[in-house]
């Protein structure tokens, strides 16, 4: 309301200054709107939709700095696993799956941080177990359940 007469916030806070201790209670209800928090991420729409592509720049802001190291770490070992499950896989095809996954989420995994800390442009890709993106955690999901059967599948030469 005040924002269309001309008024800005920074006018609020000259006139405040201005009388001191004065006490202008009645303008309480009209400042009410105005006040922003700004001093999030999430809380002072920078980011668009918070629960999707950029939900790694959401986990920095409530967990941090470890908080962030844990989540890398998990999503390599998700890879590393992948990679060794391949390894010891009995044939080519079984290799070459097991690798395919780790790479996607490995893939997907950097896309996205670079994205949430502002190193690549935008693309969509959403953080690989973590995003909100439904298609993409069914397909993590289908790739890391043929992964784990590869890797259950007995030795047949041996």
Avoid: W
Avoid at 63 to 75: E, R, Y
Avoid at 150 to 158: R, S
């Amino acid at each position: 309301m005040l924002l269309l007469a001309g008024i800005t916030i920074r006018h609020i806070q000259k006139i405040l200054l201005r009388f001191g201790k004065v006490e202008l209670r009645f303008m309480e209800p009209l400042l009410q709107p105005l006040s922003l928090d700004i001093s999030s991420v999430k809380n002072g729409n920078f980011i668009v939709e918070p629960q999707t592509d950029f939900i790694f720049a959401i986990v920095g802001e409530e967990l941090g700095f470890v908080g962030c190291c844990i989540v890398i770490g998990l999503l390599l070992l998700i890879v590393v696993q992948c990679i060794l499950i391949g390894l010891r896989a009995q044939d080519l095809a079984g290799r070459i799956i097991c690798c395919g996954v780790a790479a996607q989420i490995g893939f997907q995994s950097f896309i996205n941080i670079g994205v949430a800390t502002g190193i690549l442009p935008n693309t969509g890709i959403p953080l690989p177990f973590v995003s909100y993106g439904l298609t993409s955690l069914i397909s993590l999901y289908m790739g890391i359940g043929i992964v784990l059967n590869i890797g259950l599948q007995p030795k047949k030469y041996q």
